[in-house]
C-alpha cells in the first residue's frame, strides 16, 4: 500500500511540479510558523527562576496623587515604580531577608587601550543582594561588599562580553576601567547570562539583554548619574 502511494505521489509530482512544490511550501512555512509560536510561547510562558519565584516579591506603594489615579482605566492600582525616597526606605528596612531597589543608566565606558574606541554601556544601579536574589552567575570575583551598599564606592561587575571586549576575556578582577569622567575597579565578572524575560526588571526592554555593567546604587548621586527607562510624575 505505501508503495503504491508512492508511485501516485510520483505520478502527480511529474504532472504537476510548480502546483506540487507550492504545495509543499505551504505545508513547510505552516509547519515552521506554528512551531516558532509553540516555542516563544513555552519561552515566555515558563517560570523564569523556578526555584525561588515563590519567595520573590514586587514592591508597589501607592504614592500618586490622591486626586486623580495613576491609570484611569484601573483607578485602584498604584503606580508600577517606587519613588526615590521610598526605595530608600525600604532598604533601610530590616524585615526582608534580602532586598534590592535598582533602576537602568547608560554610560561611556573608556578602554584601557587607546586603539579602543569609548562605547555606551547598559547599566544596572542595584544593591549586592541582586546577584543572590536572581542566581547570577559569576565567572571571576563576585559582588561588591556590604561597604559599597552604605556608601559610595567606585567599583563594578562586568557582563562577560563587556569584559572579553575590553580586557581579552581574562580575570580582570582588581584591574582598573573607566566610566564617565572617573576609573572603577572590578571586583566581579559574569558568565554568560541571558535571563527571558528579565524578571528581574519589567517595566522597562523585558526582553532585550541583561545590562553590560552593574554598579553600587549609592554611586549614582555620587556620579550625578541620570536613568535610562521609564518615569512617572504626578
Given at each position: 500500500?505505501?508503495?503504491?502511494?508512492?508511485r501516485i505521489?510520483a505520478?502527480?509530482?511529474?504532472?504537476?511540479?510548480i502546483l506540487?512544490?507550492?504545495?509543499?511550501?505551504?505545508?513547510?512555512?505552516g509547519i515552521?510558523?506554528?512551531t516558532?509560536?509553540v516555542?516563544a510561547?513555552?519561552?515566555?510562558?515558563?517560570?523564569?527562576?523556578?526555584?525561588?519565584?515563590?519567595k520573590?516579591?514586587?514592591?508597589?506603594?501607592?504614592?500618586?496623587n490622591?486626586k486623580r489615579?495613576y491609570?484611569?482605566?484601573?483607578?485602584?492600582?498604584p503606580?508600577?515604580q517606587?519613588t526615590w525616597?521610598?526605595?530608600?526606605?525600604?532598604?533601610?528596612?530590616?524585615v526582608?531577608?534580602?532586598?534590592?531597589?535598582?533602576?537602568?543608566?547608560?554610560?561611556?565606558?573608556?578602554?584601557a587601550?587607546r586603539?579602543?574606541?569609548?562605547?555606551?554601556a547598559?547599566?544596572?544601579?542595584?544593591?549586592?543582594?541582586f546577584?543572590?536574589?536572581f542566581?547570577?552567575?559569576f565567572?571571576y570575583?563576585?559582588?561588591?561588599?556590604?561597604d559599597?551598599?552604605?556608601?559610595?564606592?567606585?567599583v563594578?561587575?562586568l557582563?562577560?562580553?563587556?569584559?572579553q571586549?575590553?580586557?581579552?576575556?581574562?580575570?580582570?578582577?582588581?584591574?582598573?576601567?573607566?566610566l564617565?569622567?572617573?576609573?572603577?575597579?572590578?571586583?566581579g565578572?559574569?558568565?554568560?547570562?541571558?535571563?527571558?524575560?528579565k524578571?528581574?526588571?519589567?517595566?522597562?526592554?523585558r526582553?532585550?539583554?541583561?545590562?553590560?555593567?552593574?554598579?553600587?546604587?549609592?554611586?549614582?548621586?555620587?556620579?550625578k548619574m541620570?536613568r535610562?527607562g521609564?518615569?512617572?510624575?504626578?
Amino acid at each position: 500500500m505505501l508503495a503504491y502511494h508512492l508511485r501516485i505521489a510520483a505520478k502527480s509530482l511529474r504532472r504537476t511540479p510548480i502546483l506540487s512544490a507550492l504545495l509543499v511550501a505551504g505545508i513547510a512555512l505552516g509547519i515552521a510558523v506554528s512551531t516558532a509560536f509553540v516555542a516563544a510561547y513555552r519561552t515566555v510562558a515558563q517560570d523564569p527562576i523556578p526555584g525561588k519565584s515563590h519567595k520573590l516579591y514586587y514592591v508597589e506603594l501607592d504614592a500618586w496623587n490622591p486626586k486623580r489615579p495613576y491609570d484611569d482605566d484601573h483607578p485602584k492600582d498604584p503606580p508600577n515604580q517606587l519613588t526615590w525616597r521610598d526605595a530608600n526606605a525600604l532598604m533601610a528596612s530590616p524585615v526582608p531577608t534580602q532586598k534590592s531597589a535598582m533602576f537602568r543608566a547608560d554610560l561611556t565606558l573608556f578602554p584601557a587601550s587607546r586603539d579602543e574606541r569609548p562605547f555606551r554601556a547598559d547599566t544596572r544601579l542595584t544593591f549586592r543582594d541582586f546577584f543572590t536574589m536572581f542566581d547570577v552567575p559569576f565567572r571571576y570575583g563576585g559582588p561588591w561588599g556590604a561597604d559599597a551598599d552604605r556608601g559610595p564606592q567606585a567599583v563594578v561587575v562586568l557582563d562577560d562580553a563587556t569584559n572579553q571586549k575590553v580586557f581579552g576575556g581574562g580575570n580582570s578582577v582588581g584591574k582598573k576601567v573607566r566610566l564617565e569622567d572617573r576609573d572603577f575597579t572590578v571586583v566581579g565578572v559574569l558568565e554568560p547570562w541571558y535571563p527571558k524575560p528579565k524578571f528581574y526588571d519589567l517595566n522597562s526592554d523585558r526582553y532585550g539583554e541583561a545590562e553590560q555593567i552593574y554598579l553600587p546604587f549609592t554611586t549614582s548621586r555620587d556620579l550625578k548619574m541620570g536613568r535610562n527607562g521609564s518615569m512617572n510624575c504626578s
